[in-house]
């Protein structure tokens, strides 16, 4: 048996990009970061993780539409890494996360308050969250 879940609260760095497949599937994608702090006073020292998202269908499409650089997001999803060639015919790979669930947290760093030509996010659920019948998490 295996798992292979990831699980983030994070800030995006960039506004969401979106595409479609040839055969029109969407797929948005985002850098996220996660910071972690340590130490007190003079002593206090941070360091931030960066993680690239993909998103793909509806899911991607309203990620696109709401989400934007600062917005807290969390979400759950699946490692994956790929390879292509570059131009130079060298075998890249990269690694990001797949995204399952995607819940919108708060507004922009800055106060949470959104403008008022901003629209307010989704009230659908639509990733699934934490509620799912099937959630293999035991408590």
Known sequence: MSVNKVILLGRLGADPELRYTQSGQAVCTFNMATSESWGT???RQERTEWHRIVVWGRKGEVSAEYLS?????????RL???KWQDRNGQDRYTTEIVA??????GGAR?????SSNEPPPPEEDFGGGMNDKDDD???
């Not at 650089?69 to 999803?77: A, N, P, S, T």
Request: hydrophobic fraction near 30%; charged fraction near 35%; charge should be neutral.
């Open 41 to 43: 006073g003079d002593d």
């Open 69 to 77: 650089k600062g917005r807290e997001v969390f979400l759950e999803g």
């Open 80 to 82: 994956q890494t790929r």
């Open 100 to 105: 399952r669930d995607v819940q919108f947290i």
């Open 110 to 114: 800055g106060g949470g308050q959104r």
């Open 137 to 139: 998490i035991p408590f």
